[in-house]
């Protein structure tokens, strides 16, 4: 007989939906979704600044038992990202498991009382759980830097994850702080449309070109005709991301990061005329150490007559702009922070806490590690999609969730069919995981000299998976089950 289980997701993002599709595909109906703002989508709920699109291509960054033949274009904006969510959550009725307003604030395991975690919520309300999937991905905790004189700056300021769209732009002069995926994407949108653009850079970032081929009517309705077609498209899409991106990372010897290299050196050389600018844009480590920048049209923004690049460190904000540390003022109406997100705390701040007593943030002290990047010692019944390890800076996340998920489901249906009461890596087996992550990152890209969420940790673990791509889905395969402690 199967043991019922009750499943708490935690977010209603892109994997909190793929969590609860596959729950109940598997026979878990059960299953809760707790989301602390008022709607779904995750990143693409958050974000909604001009020029947003994501940086995979469109037809990968779909679920695969989801093909959506309408995309418009190959890098396809945030607002369809969006959509293409909203409509697979209701097309596979998750939208009904999901309440929204309930942010978790604490989770304790319990056991063996009566469902093992209880959940408790903002409101002070209490709920139980056999087990939570923590969905609360990555790029969700916007980090905002302390900048002297903030509260005096006389103009509008926000983080580009909580876009003002009542704040007027065109016409206006615009200060961009930050240079990664982001602030290229607004540079781009943008200079247009303002009087004046300022970018303030601190690190400059290496930009992979990227042409956005947008799919006409045609296209699209073959598509939908065939589906054939558009799996063909996603397995050939999929084997270049993986032979020209994902395995080039993890070896910074390979001629295939070398093509890279060339290929961003060469777009800087020649998208750039002016030599002074050009050499202010050119990073001083190697391509890929950061997560690369994809897109067109930044360089072209950027060389606009009302376009800036300002490279000397922020000293302050003033009622009227920005000074920066060579006393110059840049006279802004509008900052933006494009200071990307606090990548390393999943879940957290949500106290989480262990069948010991521990408290996940204290096991983790500010470098967080996972068994297989799902599982964490101690913590039974806890399982994370996209979490520390997982290869977000060389494959795309919908499909590194759905290895994740597969291997989730597997653990689970043990719980079931055995009647037990938990299950969690051992700290053994953690340890050993660890140690073969850290030798296989000694070779990647991310270990050549630069700061970054990519880059390893203060402890030297590798922030990202450091190995090829067919080993992480080898990982995804099979769980070996006696690298779990079992709880009776």
Not at 192 to 209: D, G, M
Not at 315 to 342: K, Q, S
Request: hydrophobic share 40%.
């Amino acid at each position: 007989m199967l043991r019922d289980l009750h499943v708490a997701i935690i977010g209603a993002g892109m994997s909190g939906i793929l969590a609860a599709i596959k729950l109940r595909e598997a026979g878990i109906a059960d299953v809760r979704i707790y989301e602390k703002a008022d709607a779904l989508g995750g990143t693409w709920r958050d974000n909604t600044y001009p020029g947003l699109a994501c940086d995979v291509p469109s037809h990968l960054y779909t679920y695969s038992f989801a093909p959506n033949p309408d995309w418009s274009q190959r890098y396809s904006p945030g607002v369809e990202i969006r959509a293409y969510l909203e409509r697979t959550a209701q097309d596979y009725g998750v939208d009904a498991l999901i309440e929204y307003g309930a942010e978790v604030t604490h989770l304790a395991w319990e056991a063996p009382s009566d469902r093992g975690w209880r959940i408790t919520l903002a409101s002070g309300r209490e709920e139980r759980a056999d087990c939570v999937i923590a969905a609360t991905g990555f790029l969700h905790h916007p980090n905002v830097p302390s900048l002297e004189g903030a509260e005096t700056f006389a103009g509008a300021m926000f983080h580009s994850a909580r876009w003002d769209h009542g704040v007027p732009l065109d016409g206006a002069r615009v200060g961009i702080i930050g240079t990664g995926s982001t602030a290229v994407q607004l540079v781009t949108a943008l200079s247009e449309r303002v009087a004046a653009l300022s970018l303030f850079q601190r690190t400059a970032q290496w930009v992979l070109p990227g042409k956005n081929k947008r799919y006409s009517q045609a296209e699209r309705d073959g598509f939908r005709r065939d589906p054939s077609a558009l799996a063909t498209l996603r397995g050939q899409l999929e084997a270049n991301w993986v032979a020209n991106l994902a395995d080039a990372l993890s070896d910074a010897d390979s001629e295939a990061m070398a093509v890279i290299e060339q290929t961003c050196l060469e777009h800087l050389e020649n998208a750039v005329t002016d030599e002074d600018l050009r050499a202010r844009l050119r990073p001083s480590y190697r391509a890929g150490c950061k997560r690369l920048v994809v897109g067109e049209g930044f360089y072209e923004a950027l060389q606009r007559p009302n376009a800036r690049l300002v490279t000397a460190g922020i000293d302050r904000l003033v009622p009227d702009g920005v000074v920066t540390a060579d006393g110059e003022l840049h006279g802004l109406d509008v900052v933006v922070l494009a200071t990307g997100f606090r990548t390393r705390d999943y879940i957290l701040p949500t106290l989480v806490r262990g069948s010991a007593g521990s408290l996940l943030s204290d096991v983790w002290a500010g470098s967080p590690h996972a068994y297989q990047t799902v599982s964490v010692p101690g913590f039974p019944n806890f399982f994370m999609l996209v979490g520390p390890h997982s290869p977000v800076g060389n494959f795309p996340v919908i499909s590194i969730a759905e290895l994740q998920m597969d291997y989730i489901l597997q653990l689970l249906e043990r719980l079931r069919t055995e009647s037990l009461v938990g299950l969690s890596a051992t700290s053994a087996a953690t340890t050993h995981f660890n140690e073969v992550l850290l030798e296989g990152a000694r070779k990647t890209i991310w270990a050549t000299g630069c700061q970054g969420w990519t880059a390893q940790d203060e402890l030297g673990r590798p922030a990202v998976w450091p190995l090829s791509i067919d080993r992480f889905r080898e990982a995804m395969q099979v769980p070996r089950f006696e690298d779990f402690e079992v709880l009776r």
